[in-house]
């Protein structure tokens, strides 16, 4: 039996991070049907992100079962930079900084100096991970531009939003140094 903190969420220790395997992907994709307004992907994509891209992929589980996820991949006309597809967390673990520690890990897991920028695309109305971004930039003490990348035209007759590209960086080492400290270690 788990530990458990005083709002009955166990300790934020408990939690382990490594990169995805194909596993992971069917359980990826029920996270984030559990976690709008985040979009669904098909569970084929998920897996397919756990395969090829699972070096630049990192979850988060909890005796066994997947509390979190960040799934990225490296722009091929941007080597410095790493694009984040797509974060999610358990309700089970919201109000820990999880989300914070994926993106660390995910820092982390990669080549010292091999990340420069990190960008993410964001709809307007997705405040936590506006959020969640801009916390993430602050702590490294580095910018966090936002833009405009896709108009809501972009999307066809749909209702979608249009995407704002959050662009962090840039990110040295000392600025991944400063944020282990400020997040604690994993």
Same mark, same amino acid.
């Given at each position: 039996?788990?530990?458990?903190?005083?709002d009955?969420?166990? /300790?934020a220790?408990?939690?382990?991070?490594?990169?995805?395997?194909?596993?992971?992907?069917?359980?990826m994709?029920e996270? +984030?049907?559990?976690?709008? /307004?985040?979009?669904?992907?098909? $569970? %084929?994509? %998920?897996?397919?992100? $756990?395969?090829?891209?699972?070096?630049? $992929?990192?979850?988060?589980?909890?005796?066994?079962?997947?509390?979190?996820? !960040?799934?990225? %991949?490296?722009?091929?006309?941007?080597?410095d930079?790493l694009? !984040?597809?797509?974060?999610? !967390?358990?309700?089970k673990?919201?109000?820990?900084?999880?989300?914070?520690?994926?993106?660390?890990?995910?820092?982390?897991?990669?080549?010292a100096?091999? +990340?420069?920028y990190?960008?993410?695309? !964001?709809?307007?109305?997705?405040?936590?991970?506006?959020?969640?971004?801009?916390?993430?930039?602050?702590?490294?003490? +580095?910018? $966090?531009?936002?833009? +405009?990348?896709?108009?809501?035209?972009?999307?066809?007759?749909? *209702?979608?939003? *249009? *995407?704002?590209?959050?662009?962090?960086? /840039?990110i040295n080492? *000392?600025?991944?140094t400063?944020?282990?400290?400020?997040?604690?270690?994993?």
């Amino acid at each position: 039996m788990s530990t458990r903190t005083q709002d009955g969420k166990p /300790p934020a220790s408990s939690i382990s991070f490594r990169h995805p395997r194909i596993g992971d992907g069917a359980p990826m994709l029920e996270l +984030v049907k559990a976690s709008p /307004p985040l979009e669904p992907n098909t $569970c %084929y994509a %998920y897996l397919l992100l $756990c395969h090829h891209f699972g070096d630049t $992929c990192i979850v988060a589980e909890h005796e066994g079962d997947l509390w979190g996820f !960040v799934v990225g %991949y490296r722009p091929p006309k941007e080597p410095d930079t790493l694009f !984040v597809w797509q974060i999610a !967390v358990s309700s089970k673990a919201r109000g820990q900084g999880l989300g914070s520690r994926l993106l660390r890990q995910l820092l982390e897991s990669q080549p010292a100096g091999s +990340v420069r920028y990190l960008t993410s695309t !964001v709809t307007p109305g997705n405040e936590p991970s506006l959020r969640l971004f801009h916390s993430f930039a602050e702590k490294l003490g +580095v910018p $966090c531009e936002q833009s +405009v990348l896709f108009e809501k035209t972009a999307f066809g007759q749909g *209702e979608h939003e *249009e *995407e704002h590209l959050l662009r962090i960086g /840039p990110i040295n080492s *000392e600025a991944r140094t400063t944020d282990q400290s400020k997040t604690g270690s994993a």
